[in-house]
């Protein structure tokens, strides 16, 4: 079974500055998925970023990009220039391709994002 | 619009209630999921539902029960609640090709007293 893991319980950066979220994860499949889920008090699970495994390229999205090294297994995050509206649990989760699909995700247990003024 | 929703948002229902949480998805996605989140925040998935067929069903008492009516609909049902259901339930949708991004619903809330 895969396993997700995010060794920040929490994490503090001031407004602007650039913050990066680590996530590392355990499986033995070549192909799959991995996504970065931002949780803000609303609860509501917002999607940040995905990523291919079969992609070298590392996936970006305006101010979040990730830093894939498929080798070591790990999935990080960064978020540069930071803003209030980014203070959220940031969940890492892992998504298998084989299985025919409808798999679930595996989460990390999540990093608490304070931003500070 | 709600892509995918769940009523209710908060439940409050005492030990041993038989208790149900309803969810829908206006995205036409064909599977839809139901995870857990603990008080630690620890999201889980309990089930995933493809074209009204369970796919997977993790470690879950047999007191969970899904049910889909349509693939727009997946309901949880739980019987004989216990302190340790309390949690926030997730309802989310996909497809089963592809990206799969999950799209999830805004949560519910139960308290078990």
């Known amino acids: 079974a895969q396993t997700v893991t995010q060794s920040q319980p929490e994490m503090s950066v001031q407004e602007a500055e650039t913050v990066t979220l680590s996530c590392t994860y355990d499986t033995s499949e070549s192909d799959y998925y991995l996504f970065w889920y931002k949780q803000p008090p609303s609860r509501q699970m917002i999607l940040v970023i995905r990523q291919e495994a079969y992609k070298q390229q590392n996936a970006t999205e305006n101010r979040f990009s990730v830093n894939f090294q498929k080798a070591a297994k790990s999935f990080s995050l960064k978020i540069s220039d930071s803003q209030l509206g980014d203070a959220a649990m940031y969940f890492c989760a892992y998504r298998t391709i084989s299985g025919g699909g409808a798999d679930g995700l595996t989460f990390g247990k999540g990093t608490h994002l304070i931003i500070q003024p | 619009d709600t892509a995918v929703s769940q009523t209710p948002k908060y439940l409050v229902t005492q030990m041993g209630n038989d208790k149900s949480i309803k969810c829908e998805q206006n995205l036409g996605h064909d599977t839809m999921y139901w995870y857990k989140q603990d008080s630690k925040k620890f999201l889980k998935i309990m089930f995933s539902y493809n074209n009204k067929e369970l796919i997977i069903n993790e470690t879950v008492p047999n007191r969970f029960s899904p049910k889909s009516p349509d693939k727009a609909h997946l309901n949880l049902h739980i019987n004989s609640l216990e302190l340790g259901d309390s949690a926030v339930y997730f309802c989310?949708?996909?497809?089963?090709?592809?990206?799969?991004?999950?799209?999830f619903g805004p949560g519910t809330r139960l308290t078990v007293l």
């Open positions: 989310a949708s996909s497809y089963i090709e592809g990206y799969n991004e999950q799209f």
